[in-house]
């Protein structure tokens, strides 16, 4: 090649290198600042300092003097913003943003009504312990790291109990609970707690703030404790999906065949025991990740798609499953609207429903990590 020419194609390989380059790194680093004002719906006054947050996350800040926040290098996608004020009704919306830029959301806030129902009052009494002991531990959980946990203001709590023996809970400001096994503090917000039967349905929005290291041993510990918290965690779950390394990870899931595309109708238990290795290519099939996770409409989105029922076990954890040949922590995942959008660290940012029973359906506040939380930490 001529010396001229082959500088010339040097220079435009250079180029166009650079460009894609350029445009990597944009995405990577394309965000969104919010910004707006909080003020109450009937008086337009503002609220100051009303705490404007991502659920579920360390993200967040709190409106000024004026009732004016500002939430800056936001991920491009979906986003649920809570904002909450003493008093007030905390309101809840989820907001996609498809560019990078300023976007501006207005939140007008309603007074807070009294909680309805047959409410236990909330000084001591002894029902009320026993009540509250039940809450306690269905909330914090059983691991490991439990007795670390403890809530600090319960006399926030209105606990209820029907006729039909449903125990119920709803806050009445934040529920505040320090995990220090994993160094953060949580605001809890309780729309809706229920017990019954052995099983438990709560909800809310839930916001985490970063617990302040008394030294440097203790900030190891930290995250030292977050890293076993998130292996087996959904988090580590989704994660390992959309990097297709399932099996590396400790993983195996297992997809339920539909009816039309099973071998036999029926399945034989062997010696009178249920075994996985009976059911496979029967009732269920092993699954890849890269079978389950498509592409999503943004680079920071994956859908988890699924027509029927995950089963999911932890191999590098014991527990009890239906299956005598696999007894490991078990879990079961059902998509009602057939998928879910997460981000490839394992963010669900579109739950769509998703229901989850089990091993990961037992995760509670002692061994939670908030959605923004990241390995490389």
Not at 3 to 26: D, E, G, K, M, Q
Not at 149 to 155: D, G, H, M, Q, S
Request: positive net charge.
């Amino acid at each position: 090649m001529h010396p001229l020419l082959n500088s010339i194609f040097l220079r435009l390989v250079w180029i166009l290198t650079l460009a894609t380059l350029t445009r990597t790194y944009a995405q990577q680093t394309a965000t969104v600042t919010l910004t707006g004002k909080v003020t109450d719906e009937k008086t337009g006054k503002p609220l100051p300092f009303a705490n404007v947050f991502i659920n579920n996350s360390t993200i967040g800040t709190n409106s000024d003097e004026n009732g004016n926040y500002r939430l800056p290098n936001l991920a491009v996608g979906n986003l649920e913003l809570v904002v909450s004020f003493l008093g007030y009704e905390t309101v809840k919306q989820t907001m996609r943003f498809e560019q990078p830029g300023v976007k501006t959301v207005l939140f007008k806030l309603r007074e807070g009504q009294e909680l309805l129902g047959v409410t236990i009052a909330a000084k001591k009494n002894k029902k009320r312990e026993k009540h509250l002991k039940i809450i306690t531990r269905e909330l914090l959980g059983r691991s490991k790291f439990s007795k670390q946990c403890k809530i600090l203001n319960p006399e926030v709590l209105r606990i209820s109990e029907d006729d039909d023996g449903h125990l119920g809970a709803q806050t009445v400001k934040p529920l505040i609970i320090e995990n220090h096994a994993l160094g953060y503090r949580i605001h809890q917000d309780l729309d809706d707690f229920d017990y019954y039967n052995g099983k438990v349905y709560y909800g809310g929005a839930t916001r985490f703030e970063l617990l302040e290291a008394r030294d440097e041993a203790q900030r190891k510990l930290w995250r030292a404790n977050r890293k076993e918290a998130y292996k087996g965690s959904l988090k580590h779950l989704l994660t390992s999906m959309v990097a297709d390394s399932l099996q590396e990870q400790g993983f195996k899931v297992f997809q339920v065949i539909p009816d039309s595309l099973r071998m036999f109708r029926s399945v034989r238990s062997v010696n009178g025991y249920n075994t996985i290795a009976n059911h496979i290519h029967n009732r269920i099939e092993p699954v890849r990740g890269m079978r389950l996770v498509r592409p999503g409409e943004l680079p920071s989105e994956r859908l988890v798609v699924s027509l029927t029922q995950l089963e999911v076990f932890n191999m590098n954890k014991r527990g009890r499953s239906p299956y005598s040949d696999m007894p490991y922590a078990y879990t079961q995942i059902t998509f009602p609207q057939g998928y879910m959008v997460t981000t490839p660290q394992g963010w669900v940012v579109m739950p769509m429903g998703f229901e989850i029973a089990g091993d990961l359906g037992n995760d509670r506040f002692s061994n939670l990590l908030p959605a923004d939380w990241k390995r490389d930490e």
